[in-house]
Every structure is written in structure tokens, then in C-alpha cells.
């Protein structure tokens, strides 16, 4: 009984004590014959899904399978993507390891898929210098000699307190806004305000038709669609190439 | 002479299903450590096609001497193949194939006898030459008309050649050399082009090499000398931006490592992941093809011929003492194609040790420059881990270490490291993916010195000298002369070898002939664009 009661008592005592040893994991315990390919192989961060995101970090509303172009030239299809507006990252989700991560932007010249809500689109990587990178990706809405882009971003907007689905109190949340560039063939990304005044700046030797398109086609509010049909009705006029 | 026996490689009315090479050589005999010159013409119906032709050189019973790896454009190339100085008298098969021909079924290559003379040699007098069926030859001869514009022509004087393209071939050419060189009246009389079938002997990769080589071996069990299965293999290339890819053996034990955009000697360095209680050995196949083997004859040489080939030894001999330019076989290496920042990403910071104060071992450099890892050292290793900082902890295991861009998984040979060895440490505190291999972090020590000899106790990692795709080479002066003298004598064998812009129009072409009084044998060869060989020579003489 005595020795019984030692035992416990050191049991007890040694218990709390948490052992730290090395992770005998290796780099390569997922590889399979699956792994195999002769194409490079697509690197990157991994990514955890912040658990306040709620999905707004993300513009499209599900993961999609897309077609990605590296800069090598290579093509990857069917890649199960969903572009991360906040971060300004493309989140991949790699089945054999299943796990997401954002791939490196800097392997990425382009990618494409189709969105049930946003249809087909294209979006390219460009040349941005700020504060937080110097590679944006930018949403193809019109290519040709003139190619409007749009930028979507997603920031934090102050607003009055409120309780969140986690029930966290919170004072911000998230929006998402869309900025609207002009790509000409010297490859110089000009920022265009989508309004009337613009168009005609845009293209001051035909001001007057410009106009006369935009009210033939009811075109007062511009939003994306409504640009994509306006630069289609330019170009049918021979304005855009 | 117009003869034309549609014998050709192709039918008229074929669609290529497979890749299909023509190459033409710039002549039918060479002096052991001659170059031989090689115009390719490539064919498939396929809009993706090989862009890679690997030649070979080998005796009659497939025994390799020598090979070249040559890479096309547009269907065409140009590149030579260097004849070992100590390759013995004989006759030797030239063959050429596109990696997808290799494993594609009943893939038919063209193979092309070579003479070879060893320059030691005093007297020639005996040969052996090929036996062969009727229905592996192809002899393809058309009428080119060539003239010259001299019936006798002097040494060192220029001549006129000219050859007109009959009206029913006009439309179909798809390529045109010219060659002139010194005649051999044994080669000459007995070389030819023929088809062999490729014998298959293992499955591989059937893939179309374009602007890249697969690279292909097996990973033995050092305790059976059998082939292992599901081991990952991986591929080094130091490098400041190194180069770094992997393959999970498949059955047979076999990996593949597909290069695109190589060129030269490559130093590939090859490892298995480590497994506990096993070690493997790698063994790197080189890409050859086996047709079925030729058989000889002995005969006794003309002494025509026997005098023709002693004076062509001579030739060679003087070529050498006056130093004829000879080629440069540019082996630089040329890396294969990255991206900009490494397999591992674009670091999260760079410790540059020269900046600091000299640190006399990793301990100590951990400790004081590294500062998101934790060192630990026991007895002859050390463990080592990074910190995750989207997570603020540190991982669990440790990362993935590399030294010169060479994954290690010992880490004894970090632990002597001191400053002055090292030029810079990317760490990357994150968790990052590559395919589907996952890294707790990354460490890479860049050394100053980049020999890598300290791989050379290391039993797990396997380094190859690998030639890869062959660089354009340049024709350069004897490195053992300043100049040539402009009063040296001409001995050139081949005195012009040349592909032609085919205008549909009579060509002509000025040529000076060398200083070697003798005949010389004028060749016509067209390619047509069904993949036939058509074959036209005439004969001049220097007196």
C-alpha cells in the first residue's frame, strides 16, 4: 500500500512535465508516384484560412478549377484555385498533400477560370510598385491594343461596433472595392476613373462619338459589365483596335 | 546518272505517326580525333514534335563510342561529333533518333557507316566492310548536273560550282548541302544510308524532348543490388539560384528528370532520401539505342586505296604541325531555365556573416545571427529548428537544409562552419511546399567555396558528369599558336560543307580549293520534304 501511494505521488509529480522531441516527420512523406511530373513543380506558402475571414477575404465565393500560365510558359490545368482579394494572393488547394497554399507569385504569368457568378475571366500578373509588393494580379476585363484592367482589393473599413458570427466584437469589416487601370502598348498602367469625362480623355479624337455610343447604348452607370459592353461598342465603331 | 528508287525512308503518300530524323554528314571517312560535321532534318505530322536528336556512334555489334546530343529549330540542325583520338581502324555506325522514337513501336532510324582511320597507324592495307541486304540499303541518286567552272584546277585555286534542281523536285525540297572534300575511294565506294528498326529492350518515357533531355537511372538497395521502388529520388544543380526537382521511383525502381533549356556538362547531383536501415546506390543510364548488328567482311584494300589512305594520314599530320584551326567543343555549362528566386522562395531574410565579426563555428552563428532558429548541439550532430512566423512557434521538425543549393540531411557538416567560410544564409520561416514534398521552414548556407569537394565523403549523394544538349561550337585557332601564319598550307579534307538557301534557281558557289593535288568528290545531297535523301556527286581533280 505504501509503495503504491510512492508511485502516484511520483506519477503525479512527473506527470505535468511535457517531453520535446524532433518531429521524426520528413519533407517527403506525402511524395507518390501521383507527385511524379515533368513539368515544374508549383511552389509556395502554405495558408491557413484566418478564422475571422468569414470568406470575405476571398473575391470569388468557392474554389475553382482554373487553367494557371507560369512564366516559363508552362500550363497547368484544372488546379482548384480562389484568389484571395485581401492578401492579393492565389490560393491553391493541392490534393495530395490536402492542404491550401498561396502559390509564389513570382512562378505566375497569368491564370484563367470561369466563375458562376463572374463567368469566364482572365487575370494577369503586372509590374506595381508600393508599399506592399511589386506584382498585382489584375483582372483582365477588355484586351486589345488598349486593355482596360481592374484591380480588386479588399481593406478594412472602420465602422460603429458590432458583434461578429464568432461573437467577437469588432469595429471593422471588410469591403471590397475595384479599381480600374488602362493598359496601353508601352505597357504604362494609367489608373481610369469610370466616367463619362474619362472616355473622352481616353480617346480625344473621337469625343463626340464617344458620347454618342455611350448614350446609344444606355451606358450612365460604369460598372464592369457596363465597361466591357462599352469598349465592345468602341471597338465596333473602329475607335479601339 | 538518274536513278531514283523509291526506297526512301517514306513513302510518297505517308503521314508521319512518328518522329523521323535525316541527317547528312560531311564526309564518309575521318582520321581518329576528326570532326564530324552532321546537318539534321527532322519530320512528324504532329505540331508537337521533338526538338532533341541524340546521335550515336558505335561499332557493328552496338558497341557505343561516342555520343552527341543535338537540338533543333524549326525541324533543322547542325552540330558534330568528335571521333575519339584513339578510336581504331574500322567501320562505324552513325545512328540518330528523337527520345520518343526510342520507346514508340517499330520505330525505324537511319544509320550511316563512318571509316575511321587511326592516325598512329603506318599502313593500312587490309579492311572490313558491311554486309548488307538488299532491302535494308536505300540508295537514293538523282541528276543534279553539277559543273565546274574549270576542268583543271590548280592548288589554291577558286572554282565555280553549279547544280540545278530538276522541274519535278523543285516544289518539294526541304533542304540542300553542298560538299566537296577529298575523295576516298574505299569509303566513298562503300558507304551507305540504310533504316534499321530500333530494338526495344525496356518501357521508358516516350517523351518528346523539346528544348530539354530526360535524364533516367535506377535507385538500387545497396544489401540486394535490386531495384527499389517508392524511394524519392532528388536532383541537385548548385547554383546561387539552384536548381532542384524530384522523383518517387516507380517499380522498377527507375526515375526520370526531364532538363529543358541545358547545354554542356552538366554536374548533376543526384540523392535518395534518406530511409533508416537502408542505403541505396544511383545508377544514370545513358539514352543509346540498340539495332540489330551489322556484319563485316575482311577485304584486301586496292593500292589505289591503300596509297589514297596513307596520304591521308599524312594529311592529318601535317594539318596538325601547322596548326589547321581546329573546332572549339564549347562544354560550358548552360543551367537549366529557373525562375527568379529558388525552389524555396524568396527568402525571409539574408544573413550575410562577412558583415559581422568572425564566428568560429554554427553554434556560435545560430546564436548570434540567425535569429529565427534554435541550435542545439549533441554529441556529433545538431538539431536545428526555424521559427514559423505565421504561427510565432517554432515547427515541430527541422528544416530543410541546404548547402550550395544541395539538400543535406547530415548535419555534422554545418557544425565546423565559421564565418569566413560562408558567403550567405537564406532562412525562410515559413512552411512551404514544392509539389508535394512539405518544408518546416528552409535553411540554405551558401559557402564561399563552390567546388563541393566536401561531397566527397558524403555516401548518400551521387554526383555525374552529364553531357547534355551540345552548345554551337566555334571554329578558333590551335590554342598553341598566337595566329595562323598567313603563308601556312591549306591541308583541309573537307573544303566546303554548307546547307543552301534553295531559291528554286540554278546555285553556284565559289570555292577555294586547298593546297592537297588529288580528287575531290563534289556532293549534291537534297532533302525532300517526305523525308527522302537524294544524292547526286560529281568528281573534280587538283593537279
Redesign the interface.
Known amino acids: 500500500m505504501r509503495k503504491l501511494t510512492i508511485l502516484y505521488t511520483v506519477l503525479l509529480l512527473v506527470l505535468p512535465f511535457i517531453i520535446y522531441g ?17 513539368k ?7 495558408y ?1 484560412i484566418p478564422y475571422t475571414s468569414n470568406g470575405t477575404h476571398f473575391y470569388h465565393h468557392d474554389f475553382l478549377l482554373a487553367k494557371i500560365t507560369l ?2 510558359g508552362e500550363v497547368f490545368e484544372d488546379v482548384r484555385v480562389r484568389y484571395n482579394s485581401y492578401l492579393d494572393e492565389l490560393v491553391c488547394f ?1 490534393p ?2 490536402n ?1 491550401l ?1 498561396t502559390i ?1 507569385k ?2 505566375v504569368k497569368e491564370f484563367e477560370l470561369t466563375s458562376p457568378i463572374h463567368g469566364n475571366q482572365q487575370f494577369v500578373k503586372l509590374k506595381w510598385k508600393d508599399y506592399r509588393s511589386d506584382e498585382r494580379y489584375f483582372n483582365v476585363l477588355y484586351d486589345g491594343d488598349i486593355s482596360l484592367l481592374v484591380f480588386y482589393k479588399t481593406e478594412e473599413k472602420k465602422t460603429s461596433p458590432y458583434m461578429d458570427k464568432t461573437g467577437y466584437l469588432k469595429d471593422v469589416e471588410l469591403v471590397l472595392e475595384e479599381s480600374f487601370y488602362i493598359l496601353k502598348n508601352d505597357s504604362v498602367l494609367n489608373k481610369f476613373t469610370p466616367k463619362r469625362k474619362s472616355f473622352a480623355e481616353l480617346f480625344p479624337e473621337n469625343k463626340k462619338q464617344v458620347k454618342q455610343i455611350l448614350r446609344k447604348n444606355k451606358i450612365y452607370k460604369y460598372n464592369s459589365s457596363n465597361l466591357i459592353k462599352a469598349f465592345s461598342a468602341f471597338e465596333d465603331a473602329g475607335i479601339v483596335k | 546518272m538518274f536513278v531514283l528508287l523509291d526506297m526512301g525512308l517514306f513513302s510518297k503518300a505517308q503521314i508521319y505517326t512518328d518522329e523521323k530524323v535525316v541527317f547528312t554528314t560531311d564526309r564518309s571517312s575521318c582520321v581518329s580525333g576528326d570532326t564530324v560535321w552532321l546537318i539534321i532534318n527532322l519530320f512528324s505530322s504532329n505540331p508537337e514534335f521533338s526538338n532533341i536528336v541524340h546521335f550515336q556512334l558505335d561499332t557493328e555489334n552496338n558497341k557505343h563510342i561516342t555520343k552527341s546530343i543535338i537540338k533543333c529549330e524549326q525541324k533543322k540542325g547542325n552540330g558534330y561529333l568528335v571521333v575519339p583520338d584513339s578510336l581504331s581502324s574500322g567501320i562505324y555506325f552513325l545512328k540518330a533518333f528523337t527520345n520518343f522514337q526510342k520507346y514508340a513501336s517499330s520505330a525505324q532510324v537511319q544509320e550511316k557507316t563512318l571509316v575511321v582511320y587511326n592516325r598512329f597507324e603506318e599502313e593500312i592495307k587490309t579492311f572490313k566492310k558491311p554486309v548488307l541486304l538488299d532491302s535494308d540499303q536505300i540508295i537514293r541518286s538523282s541528276n543534279f548536273n553539277i559543273k565546274s567552272s574549270k576542268q583543271i584546277i590548280h592548288p589554291d585555286e577558286k572554282i565555280n560550282l553549279s547544280f540545278l534542281i530538276p522541274d519535278s523536285l523543285k516544289n518539294s525540297i526541304a533542304d540542300l548541302i553542298l560538299d566537296v572534300r577529298l575523295y576516298d575511294p574505299f569509303s566513298d565506294n562503300i558507304v551507305t544510308d540504310f533504316t534499321k528498326t530500333i530494338i526495344r529492350k525496356n518501357n521508358g518515357e516516350p517523351l518528346k524532348e523539346i528544348n530539354g533531355i530526360l535524364i533516367s537511372g535506377e535507385v538500387l538497395n545497396s544489401a540486394t543490388s535490386k531495384p527499389e521502388s517508392g524511394v524519392t529520388v532528388m536532383l541537385s544543380i548548385a547554383d546561387s539560384i539552384p536548381y532542384f526537382d524530384y522523383y518517387f521511383s516507380d517499380r522498377d525502381g527507375k526515375f526520370y528528370f526531364y532538363l529543358k533549356d541545358i547545354g554542356g556538362l552538366a554536374d548533376l547531383i543526384i540523392q535518395p532520401a534518406p530511409e533508416p536501415n537502408k542505403s541505396f546506390q544511383i545508377k544514370l543510364f545513358n539514352n543509346f539505342i540498340e539495332t540489330p548488328e551489322n556484319y563485316l567482311e575482311e577485304i584486301t584494300l586496292k593500292n589505289e586505296e591503300a596509297k589514297v589512305i596513307d596520304n591521308i594520314l599524312i594529311t592529318s599530320r601535317y594539318a596538325k604541325y601547322f596548326n589547321l584551326p581546329e573546332i572549339n567543343t564549347n562544354r560550358t555549362f548552360i543551367k537549366p531555365s529557373r525562375f527568379k528566386y529558388p525552389f524555396y522562395g524568396k527568402p525571409t531574410t539574408t544573413v550575410y556573416p562577412r558583415e559581422f565579426i568572425n564566428l568560429d563555428n554554427f553554434n556560435e552563428i545560430s546564436r548570434e545571427l540567425l535569429q529565427a532558429s534554435r541550435y542545439r548541439e549533441r554529441k556529433d550532430t545538431a538539431l536545428l529548428s526555424l521559427i514559423n512566423f505565421e504561427t510565432n512557434d517554432f515547427f515541430e521538425s527541422s528544416p530543410f537544409i541546404l548547402l550550395n543549393g544541395i539538400p543535406i540531411f547530415d548535419t555534422k557538416l554545418l557544425i565546423n562552419r565559421n564565418s569566413e567560410s560562408i558567403d550567405r544564409i537564406d532562412i525562410i520561416a515559413e512552411q512551404r511546399c514544392f509539389g508535394d514534398m512539405l518544408f518546416d521552414g528552409v535553411l540554405a548556407v551558401y559557402l564561399n567555396d563552390k567546388s563541393l569537394s566536401w561531397l566527397n565523403n558524403n555516401h548518400n549523394i551521387f554526383r555525374f558528369d552529364y553531357q547534355t544538349v551540345q552548345n554551337p561550337a566555334n571554329k578558333k585557332q590551335n590554342k598553341n599558336t598566337s595566329k595562323m601564319e598567313p603563308n601556312s598550307p591549306d591541308f583541309r579534307k573537307v573544303v566546303f560543307w554548307k546547307r543552301l538557301n534553295y531559291n528554286g534557281k540554278k546555285i553556284q558557289n565559289e570555292i577555294k580549293m586547298p593546297h592537297i593535288k588529288g580528287d575531290y568528290i563534289v556532293t549534291v545531297s537534297a532533302v525532300t520534304e517526305t523525308g527522302k535523301l537524294l544524292i547526286d556527286t560529281s568528281k573534280i581533280t587538283v593537279k
Not at chain 1, 524532433?22 to 515533368?38: C, G, I, L
Request: proline share 3%.
Open positions: 524532433q518531429s521524426t516527420k520528413t519533407p517527403w512523406q506525402s511524395v507518390s508516384t501521383a507527385s511524379n511530373s515533368f515544374s513543380k508549383l511552389s509556395g506558402k502554405t491557413i512564366v516559363n493541392n495530395n498533400l492542404s497554399y509564389d513570382f512562378i
